[in-house]
């Protein structure tokens, strides 16, 4: 059999990595666009075409949905429809494959429901309720980060000790109140579809013997950031046989404040005997100038485990650093660029615009709207994240399981059928008191307990549901969301309001019915219904949904979401300190290099042209802030960037090196004495000479007249004007 075409796209170093024998662990160690997805791809061609191992038992792990597809239609271009019988996924998806298959072995119910990030987030905020949680002292979100770091460690409540601290024994009882509601609806979050497939191994050595049998080679990409329950799933399924073909790049680790753990990169040539290392150094992807800017600026880290990359391209253009007035004007500014690449001949689809934070995307579509530029955002505000789509979701959950409390309470007032807060409190506390779900006690009320009035706006709910899964039950998916839509209320809800904001949620809702006429159920789901394996899917592939995959569009997302890709004309907005790298992240020297790391992924993105820009001036969270340049500005070599600056609509171009530029030399970009103005956000902690430590819960005002409310451990909040009050950020 010729296989020159998996081989000659190669490099030797990369012809090294992909034909290394069959019976060995290899780690791929290479810095970005260096081929590493490439060498991972041409590695299961080769396994199968090279060595004759049947595509079944291979088994590749990428690091979003998207990642995989990529990776299967370069696969299906390599060797055909045979790619289609290589298992290739998330760890998530794949764990969700799992357990669908398994759902008995793993303890759990078949229709089980994937909650998102969101829904968990509610959920936990039901239970702080219910336990009389303050949540002031005890924000939603550090029990859920809590949750899910214990998750990420294959840590379940009941294996943990809390000694005598008081915090943890109130995390604890959190943990296992949360636990007790998803077994009781049958809610599986994120970290759980890993834990669970974990403890399937453990718990299920026949299960496990299986899938060892079947997967014999195990390829894992972005190995850098996998966290401690990836990892120890991984090994345990190679087991004594399976072999591991991992690839990965330690400076471009970004997912640690997520549990991922860089230092598997270093264990694993221990973990397993016989590890071959190949190391990558010629990078295919950027401009000689991008290249470097990348390798300088990721030189400031410490501990690295040190790469060369070089590159036999050209030295291409140097990067343009634009310093806009304000964030508005850098969104404007953003378009002209995208006009500027299009009038050259370049397309939308070339077009990656990336920043650190997803609330930074919606000016950013505002503009480009305005100017009628078609753009996709990834991640971020995802189109299965917004509220409207999740409230029609909500309600096709109730369908399927009454006791999904998440969506029972999203739906019961929503659009408003008078019931009111006090009423949705007494079925909390009736379900609370007897162990019920929302929707049981709401029964139980109905039968006795609640005043007349509410008796029927409750009953009225109730049949809704029970009516509604009747006429759904004989419908095609997609009709059966058109029924939901309008009969539940929501659709005459927006058509009523004439805003464009109810308008796009209108379209939104159009494209969720589109979505459902296009599903088709993948194979593993063909024992649940059809609508229970779609509201799965909605879960698993929020924010890769694409609005229309045909129309080129300029892409937005995060820089975490941009991990693996890359684009000829890549643009990073708000490179200022205090956004990027993130406030917390300033004080924090762990923090501050993988801020880096990310800021070295963002910009290897760049094949061709690499923009950045900063704002003087920005409104930000509801406050205006003053901002320096980022940090990662100026540890580029000044030799490889240029400052542009446009005056009016002409674009007058400066030196970036000359007397008013420069990002080191302060003067020219200290307008308001910056230093002074405390940046304070809401959620932050704060010491206070007199009263203490305290969290941020309140921001009024801007500039010298902006007051804080803090609220103090000790108790009681006070307001405090943020430049006079002896206030330091922690
Ligand atoms: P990242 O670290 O960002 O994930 P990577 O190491 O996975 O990058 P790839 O995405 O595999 O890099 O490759 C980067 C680019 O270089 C791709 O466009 C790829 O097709 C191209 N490339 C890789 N190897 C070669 C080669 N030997 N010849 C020509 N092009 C190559
Ligand atoms: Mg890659």
Redesign the pocket.
Known sequence: MDVSFLLN???DA?REAVTLPEDVHALVL??????????LTHRIGWLIEGCGVQPWNILAVTFTNKAAGEMRARAAALIGPRAQSVTLGTFHGIAYQLLRQHWREAGLIENFQVIDADDQKRLVKRLLRELELDEAQWPVRQAVSFINGQKEEGRRAAHIDPGHDPYLETMLRIYRAYEEQCARGGLVDFAELLLRAHELWLKQPAVLAHYQQRFRHLLV??FQDTNTLQYAWLRVLAGGTGRLFV?G?DD?SIYGWRGARVEHIQRFTEDFADVRVVR?EQN??STGTILKAANTLIAHNSGRLGKNLWTAGEAGEPIEVYRAFNELEEADFVCRQVEHWLEEGGSRDEIAVLYRSNAQSRLLEQALLRHRIPYRVYGGLRFYERAEIKDVLAYLRLLVNRNDDASFERVLNNPPRGIGARTQEQIRRHARQHGLSLWQAARQLVENGLSARARGAVSGFLALIDELERACAELPLAQQLIEVIARSGLQAQLEKDRSEQAQSKLENLNELISAAEQFRPEPEDEDVPLLTAFLNRAALEAGEHQADAHTPCVQLMTLHAA??L?FPLVMMVGMEEGLFPTQSAIDDPVKLEEERRLAYVGI??AQKKLVMSWCEKRRWQGRELYPMPSRFLSELPPECVKEVRLGGRTAAERDFSGVSGGFSGRSDFDPVKMGETPLFAIGQRVRHAKFGEGIVIALEGSGEQTRVQVHFDQGGSKWLLAAMAPLEAL
Do not use: H, W
Not at 30 to 39: D, E, F, L, P, Q
């Open positions: 796209p190669l490099n990369q290479a810095g970005a666009g260096s081929g590493k997805t490439r060498v990409d972005e690839v790049d471009q990558l295919y992807r991990k693996g890359e290897t993105r």
